[in-house]
């Protein structure tokens, strides 16, 4: 008899904390069916069958964790955790607990090779999932839209993308505490989609039917690595600001943010033919970051020049900056007030400057071509992603 439940929970699948523009997607996943790995393949010993009944476990404890389905109580799971009362580092570890089977059954699988039996037994699973990066609507009449593909290695590409998403929202939880465990984690989760797109989506991608979730190709597994670098990379200028680092090299950082969320946004825009529709709202994150980050290069780059006493290029450096903004104040409130907020920051340096300038240096505003070209620094790299690896042998009746 097929199951229904509904499980809940939040996917970040952008903040650029050091930009402080978030983009927050809550979703719903149907899980139609229960995967029940014992019941589906045919084991051919008791240990074999003993790891497909672990899966199911592991996979479970997954799901009604961000199911918020659990009847375990909070002080349970925290013992069980280990002590950590943070429900984000709970689910990291329970992902840590069935990444490493799957990896072992997908690879038992395919060394079998395309036979019938195994298809059949996959297809049987019924593996679905919804798209957090979607543009369809996450709730409408007939619930959330899912997508199902009979392949294993859906389900692990699925399950890692998950993984990099939890490990970026610990490390945004960690911002407040600790800037290095931030960044850290921000890098792994670079390292877990780069591996995504390295290693484990472009088998895939040729069984790939044509409607299917962005999170299933290599090409959006790229783009979010280096949206993470852009994430540990803003972390870390804001650690070199509270050191009061030189505003040259502010500048620089800054922009160096601004080029990873670049690249990122190139990549969506030569990719677009890899799935059918991306959330509106996932681009416009990413072009608002570009300007935010830019800006923030610009005015410490005025900074930088009016202590050069070279006040006309600091207002025109500051100029340039402001009228990047005009027409792309978003539409969120939340993103609003951060776009205001830079405006701000922009206008009272510019009037500050503007009246220097008027009653004390009197220095001619450059032409656009002769401003000082932005130069970004990169200083942040993924952490490599390694598998979990158990040397265990799964032995099916085919």
Not at 172 to 180: H, I, Y
């Amino acid at each position: 008899m097929a199951l229904f439940t509904w499980a809940h929970f939040r996917i970040l699948t952008g903040t650029l904390v050091g930009g402080a523009l978030g983009f927050y997607i809550k979703y719903h996943v149907e899980l139609r069916y229960k995967v029940v790995y014992e019941e589906t393949f045919y084991a051919r010993d008791s240990g074999t069958l003993e790891q497909l009944k672990e899966l199911s476990s592991r996979r479970r404890a997954v799901e009604e964790s961000v199911n918020g389905s659990s009847f375990i109580t909070a002080a349970i799971a925290r013992e069980m955790a280990g002590g950590t009362t943070s429900r984000i580092q709970q689910d990291l570890q329970k992902l840590e607990l069935y990444l490493p089977l799957l990896e072992n059954l997908v690879m038992s699988v395919e060394s079998v090779g395309d036979k019938y039996q195994i298809l059949q037994w996959t297809a049987n699973l019924k593996i679905q999932w919804t798209s957090a990066l979607n543009s369809s609507p996450a709730f409408s009449l007939g619930g959330p839209k899912f997508f199902r593909i009979d392949n294993l290695r859906f389900e692990l590409g699925m399950a890692l993308f998950l993984y990099g998403a939890l490990l970026r929202e610990r490390g945004l939880e960690m911002l407040n505490s600790d800037f290095v465990e931030s960044a850290t984690l921000f890098r792994k989760a670079a390292g877990v989609y780069q591996y995504l797109s390295q290693d484990v989506l472009p088998p895939l991608e040729p069984k790939l039917p044509p409607e299917r979730p962005p999170e299933a190709t290599p090409s959006m597994a790229s783009i979010m690595s280096l949206v993470c670098l852009a994430e540990a990379q803003a972390v870390t200028v804001r650690k070199a600001e509270e050191k009061a680092t030189s505003i040259g090299l502010l500048a620089k950082l800054h922009y160096g943010v601004a080029q990873f969320v670049e690249e990122a946004s190139n990549l969506l825009r030569f990719s677009v033919a890899d799935w059918n529709d991306i959330s509106d709202r996932f681009r416009r994150f990413l072009s608002g970051c570009i300007v935010l980050h830019e800006a923030r290069s610009q005015r410490y780059i005025a900074s930088e020049l009016k202590a050069a006493e070279q006040l006309g290029l600091a207002l025109g450096v500051l100029r340039y900056a402001k009228s990047n903004f005009q027409g792309r104040l978003p539409g969120e409130d939340s993103w609003r007030q951060i776009f205001r907020q830079e405006i701000d920051a922009l206008d009272k340096m510019l009037r500050k400057f503007e009246h220097e300038n008027e009653f004390i240096w009197h220095d001619k505003l450059p032409p656009l071509d002769e401003l000082p070209l932005l130069e970004g620094k990169k200083i942040v790299a993924p952490i490599a992603y390694r598998p979990f690896g158990l040397d265990r042998e799964f032995l099916f009746i085919l």
